[in-house]
């Protein structure tokens, strides 16, 4: 049985299924853990199988020629022979391709890649994608034997292949999908109602949840109750700068703050009168990830800047994170962001223009899709906000993508340039890129991004298109032997998406300190402000590390 087992097996099939895991084996964006490199081994090989069972498949089916039963035998042992010289000459230099990208991000190398464990596990992922596939094959036979004993043959076999397409779907979908997603609902939702130790209640007055404040305390989750009282207070900014400063106001409204996105902006746009947000000087409208992080690295240097002179809006649209939330709900961030953005700046622009604060926008990956889609342009043009700054926006992101593709000739996809720079700019860990001659204009756009940042330059067309970000000129953080190869490459930043806040700051999508206060400068252009403030400022901020969850 055993051998009727092995020989039931497309040769052609394993081979293609090998090149598959060998080119898997080759580094992407991100440092892998053995054991992910193993499973994603496993699912490479298990679609390369699939492939090139299909392609020998549609090759006789199309009339072509096979190869005689005397030269079969001879074919296989060079398709062997060629399949364990490519195994061993991959697997050898898996500590070498990993170290390629930990040495980039100033990352640890790795004595070994662990190939015997990445094997083992790439094997069983492979054999239980493969025998599931395999009794799917099985049954749509059975079924379709079934329905041909009623039904002429081709109705039978289109009927059959709709019938256990269905039945696959809704076992996916019942059994699998939606168990998997409510598990994440009922962990994350139990995350984000914790509360971090040494957050209490806001007494200052001028933060939500407090008692003169129009929403609960208990109805912001954890993340919401960290910005809220964690941040630099007035005598830190004061001590820092050595000047007058004022209480930074802190508006956040939770998940439980109400029914729906406008409830939470019309609440969150109350506190934010209440608390003379309307009288400083800075008025920042920001989207949070989607547990709710507001990035400390990206929120506090800002108040520094401006002296504590500023005032920060906020609204929680779930608790998931972003890179779940994208896949499942990726418009929640849109329409939340959409509410508070128009409940604020309708209220901000009846105000008088030499009186009210300068408004500026800003979201963190899910945040930056959103916040980047919550301005209508057309209104906005006829009283335009100042500015904003979107730090790791997410492939789905609509702006970021036209924008990325009408750049300027010449400049890379990682860190486009756009136009004359008077409106977009885009920035990484290096700088800002300007073009030559460019000044800034009345509005400033700013887009912080990594070029190893997987949540940005994941795309489906990476399985059958070679990405303008991945030429021979790259971004400095992106291994050298990193290569285009259809389908897998898709398969490895696709797994590279729920690791991407794995690496060291200031690369992936972990955006750094340092890199938010380069930007908040340029997008907001602080008065009073020195270069030497800014020194101290990044010396304060070295080293500085924030958890999302």
């Not at 190869?67 to 398709?79: E, G, I, K």
């Not at 020195?530 to 400022?537: F, M, P």
Request: proline letters at 6%.
């Amino acid at each position: 049985m055993l051998k009727r087992l092995i020989e039931s097996f497309s040769v052609f099939g394993l081979f293609v299924g090998l090149l598959f895991l060998c080119a898997s084996l080759t580094p992407s964006l991100l440092p892998r853990i053995p054991e992910a490199q193993g499973v994603l081994g496993g699912l490479a090989f298990a679609v390369g199988y699939g492939t090139g069972k299909g392609l020998h498949f549609a090759w006789l089916w199309l009339g072509g020629p096979d190869f005689p039963l005397s030269r079969q035998l001879m074919v296989n042992w060079v398709l062997a022979l060629i399949s364990i010289a490519l195994a061993i000459a991959t697997f050898s230099r898996i500590a070498t391709w990993q170290n390629s990208i930990r040495s980039l991000m100033d990352m640890p190398a790795v004595d070994t890649g662990y190939p015997w464990t990445v094997a083992g596990i790439a094997f069983a992922v492979a054999l239980v994608l493969i025998f599931t596939f395999r009794c799917i094959i099985w049954l749509a036979h059975k079924i379709i034997g079934w329905l041909g004993r009623v039904l002429p043959r081709n109705l039978a076999i289109g009927s059959g292949v709709l019938l256990v397409a269905f039945l696959v779907f809704a076992v996916v979908d019942n059994f699998v999908v939606k168990k998997v997603l409510r598990l994440a609902d009922e962990v994350f939702a139990e995350i984000d109602e914790r509360t971090s130790e040494g957050v209490t209640l806001p007494t200052n007055g001028l933060a939500s949840g407090g008692s003169n404040s129009a929403i609960d305390w208990n109805d912001v989750g954890k993340n919401g109750k960290d910005f809220l009282v964690t941040g630099p207070s007035q005598a830190d900014i004061a001590a820092f700068t050595g000047r007058v400063a004022l209480e930074p106001i802190r508006v956040f409204a939770g998940f439980g703050s109400g029914d729906d996105f406008e409830a939470r902006a019309k609440v969150a746009l109350e506190d934010l009168i209440n608390f003379g947000g309307f009288d400083r000087s800075v008025l920042i409208v920001a989207t949070p990830t989607g547990t709710g992080w507001l990035d400390p690295a990206a929120v506090e240097p800002v108040t520094y800047l401006h002296d504590g002179d500023i005032a920060i809006v906020s609204t929680q649209y779930t608790y998931v994170p972003s890179w779940l939330s994208i896949m499942v709900e990726p418009d929640r961030s849109r329409l939340a962001a959409r509410a508070l953005f128009d409940e604020v700046y309708n209220y901000w622009t009846k105000l008088p223009k030499d009186t009210r604060p300068k408004l500026y926008l800003f979201g963190l990956s899910l945040g930056a899709l959103g916040s980047e889609a919550s301005a209508d342009l057309v209104t906005v043009f006829a009283d335009p906000i100042d500015g904003a700054l979107w730090s790791g926006p997410p492939f789905a992101s609509t702006v970021w993508a036209r924008i990325t593709a009408s750049r300027n000739e010449g400049s890379p996809a990682w860190l486009p340039e756009y136009r004359d720079g008077a409106l977009v700019r885009f920035m990484n860990q290096d700088g800002i890129a300007v073009p030559a001659g460019g000044e800034w204009g009345r509005m400033r756009l700013l887009y912080l991004q990594h070029a190893s940042d997987p949540m940005v330059f994941f795309s489906p067309r990476l399985a059958f298109r070679r990405p303008d970000w991945l030429g021979k000129i790259r971004g400095r953080d992106v291994a050298p032997y990193f290569d285009w190869y259809p389908i897998v490459t898709f398969l490895q930043v696709g797994f590279d998406v729920p690791m991407a806040t794995s690496p060291p700051s200031g690369y992936g999508h972990t955006y750094d300190a340092l890199e938010y206060i380069d930007g908040w400068l340029t997008v907001t252009d602080p008065p009073n402000w020195t270069a030497d403030d800014t020194e101290r400022l990044k010396v304060l901020y070295t080293d500085f590390v924030a958890s999302p969850i």
